[in-house]
């Protein structure tokens, strides 16, 4: 997989999608122009198709199949701030699996590489609710079933998280 970040206003992102360069250009973000390749051990069939994503990525973004690591380094850095250990609340999640979850990803992410175009946001209710959606958007329902459990004992009401 080849990436590379493009201002809305380079003339290569002029092959952005319209209404995706358009969004770039009203919040003054950037473009991620991925390239699937042999390098990100992609079939080659797939080789040489380009799919297009706005940086940083903010919560409630929405999911276009990049913002997964993103998701994650949220939901990363607020449990940690909460004392919540992360890995083995996502191993909770996913134990009902025939084959339990590996959660080593956890650890060798390189997550400065995931932060440096990630907007991590502050410790709030908001942005606990904000993980819980942003998870559903990338279908990962057991776990929000988990995380919201540890924030209500945490004191955190998820009431209307879903909104």
Excluded at 34 to 58: C, M, N, T, V
Aim: aromatic share 10%; net charge negative.
């Amino acid at each position: 997989m080849t990436d590379r970040l493009l201002d809305p206003y380079d003339p290569a992102a002029q092959a952005t999608p319209e209404r995706l360069h358009r969004q770039a250009l009203d919040t003054n973000k950037q473009l991620l122009q991925i390239i699937l390749d042999e390098a990100g051990g992609y079939p080659e069939h797939a080789w040489g198709f380009i799919q297009w994503s706005l940086r940083p990525y903010e919560q409630r973004q929405g999911c276009d199949g990049t913002v997964d690591l993103r998701v994650h380094l949220i939901g990363l850095q607020l449990c940690t701030e909460l004392g919540l250990d992360y890995a083995t609340l996502y191993a909770q999640a996913y134990a009902w699996r025939d084959d339990p979850p590996d959660t080593a990803w956890i650890t060798e992410v390189d997550w400065d590489e995931v932060a440096a175009h990630t907007t991590i946001p502050p410790l709030s209710t908001q942005a606990l609710k904000n993980l819980l959606y942003d998870l559903t958007e990338i279908n990962n329902h057991s776990f929000i079933e988990v995380l919201v459990e540890a924030f209500a004992q945490l004191g955190y009401d998820m009431t209307g998280w879903e909104d």
